[in-house]
């Protein structure tokens, strides 16, 4: 099996990156991408890993802006070292961070101290809203994190703060320049209509964009399929991924995702010409085969 969407604690996952890949050969993943948020600390700290069972990918999700939304690029299979690419990813944590100040100072203000010293106590790298609906839900003041984002942290919440995140052409040309490839992630969470979310698919395409995450969880078989047809229509190959946080998910495991439908199964991420040519040498080849 394969996966190519995962998440550790360095951003929003629950798990450590050694306990992440010990869940995968667990769970029988030949594959696995580690993709956390605008950080690849995960990657770093797992330099050293070596395993005949599973394969270990660079990767990371990358926040970016097209059009006023926020829209999220995976990268595969780039060079760890490439520095236009860790000077991307610094600037971005730099400008989670500052929101995270701000929500502080707003929180402060409002008679509710202490998110600064939360989040320093986290081993996150990369922090965001999810972090900040956590401390919102341990320190009493919100029932869940869904309330936290309802009340405080959504888009008509009270201490709602956006990033200047950097553009989705920037992004995808700085991946390519580190050799990855280029997914446009789990493309109908955005809430675009059709018609839109071709658009994206084109200027995406435009850019060197990729692929497009077409089979992931919790994904409806229909939609699934449209997905598919455009990414064909768009020219681009096709990605997946679980988008895994946390093992409570169960409909989130790494693994948990549908065969590609038959008409892009012939398009799949790991037919692309870089695919093999990318794999880390240390390494043997494994043919994926998604369940």
């Known amino acids: 099996m394969i996966d190519l969407h995962s998440h550790t604690w360095f951003s929003d996952g629950d798990l450590s990156p050694t306990a992440l890949v010990e869940r995968a050969i667990q769970l029988g993943i030949h594959q696995l991408a580690i993709t956390d948020h605008d950080s690849i600390a995960a990657h770093n700290e797992l330099s050293s890993f070596i395993?005949?069972?599973?394969q270990l990918l660079s990767g990371v999700e990358i926040s970016t802006n097209w059009e006023g939304r926020e829209v999220h690029l995976v990268g595969l299979l780039f060079d760890l070292n490439n520095t236009a690419l860790t000077?991307?990813?610094s600037l971005q944590q730099q400008l989670r961070w500052s929101r995270a100040e701000d929500i502080g100072m707003q929180m402060e203000k409002a008679g509710m101290p202490g998110l600064f010293n939360y989040l320093q106590q986290m081993p996150c790298e990369s922090v965001g809203r999810s972090h900040i609906a956590g401390y919102l839900v341990d320190a009493g003041h919100v029932g869940s994190k869904q309330q936290a984002f309802s009340k405080y942290l959504g888009k008509r919440g009270r201490f709602k703060?956006?990033?200047?995140?950097c553009d989705l052409q920037q992004a995808t040309q700085v991946l390519r320049e580190a050799g990855g490839l280029t997914v446009l992630a789990h493309p109908d969470r955005y809430d675009f209509?059709?018609?839109?979310l071709k658009r994206l698919m084109s200027v995406f395409a435009e850019a060197g964009g990729d692929a497009v995450e077409v089979s992931y969880s919790n994904l409806h078989p229909e939609k699934m399929s449209a997905l598919a047809e455009q990414t064909m229509q768009a020219?681009?190959?096709?990605?997946?991924g679980s988008d895994f946080h946390t093992p409570a998910n169960t409909w989130m495991d790494l693994g948990r995702i549908r065969q590609l439908p038959a008409n892009c199964a012939e398009r799949a991420i790991w037919h692309h010409p870089r695919w093999s040519a990318a794999l880390p040498a240390k390494l043997p080849a494994v043919q994926p085969s998604v369940v």
Do not use: D, F, K, Q
């Not at 395993?51 to 599973?54: I, R």
């Open 51 to 54: 395993s005949t069972e599973l």
């Open 87 to 89: 000077s991307l990813l």
């Open 161 to 165: 703060t956006s990033i200047p995140w």
């Open 193 to 196: 209509n059709r018609a839109r």
């Open 235 to 240: 020219g681009l190959w096709a990605s997946v």
